[in-house]
């Protein structure tokens, strides 16, 4: 087996924050991942803006999600600067939860190999610098298993 994917090192992860994204961050520290709703019109919206793609609505309700992803995209980083063992799994998720939403994150503790688009992930939440927690996700292996078996 090859090296498990990882996220870069907690501590040197750090965020900011705005009055458009304090709520996605605040409910990570509580382990839940949510997501933007346009209140007016519906449309889902990550990363966190003040202003709706579609409508340009100020109004927003926070929806808490299943935590339940699929793989969109992704790449494979073998070793950044400074940290040449890292192997990354950098992907943009779907939430079916929140459609037309994505989100990048990472794919940790899987096999590289193992990771494809489409792969079935669920949401874990990793300590970083300053108290924050950074959502990643982890193959869901029973979700993979009913795929594969038909189920």
Known sequence: ???????????????TTDSATEPFWQAAKENRLVAPKCADCGTFRLPPSPFCPTCQSQNVDWVTLSGRATVYSFSIVNG??????????????????????????????????????????????????????????RVDSAAEDATLSGT
């Open 1 to 15: 087996m090859s090296t498990l994917t990882t996220t870069l090192p907690p501590a040197g992860i750090q965020i």
């Open 80 to 137: 950044v600067p400074g940290q040449p063992g890292l192997t990354l799994a950098a992907a943009v998720v779907d939430l079916p939860d929140a459609p037309g939403a994505r989100l990048v994150s990472n794919v940790v503790d899987a096999d590289p190999d193992a990771v494809r688009i489409g792969t079935p992930l669920t949401v874990d939440f990793v300590e970083i610098a300053d108290g924050w927690k950074l959502p990643v996700f």
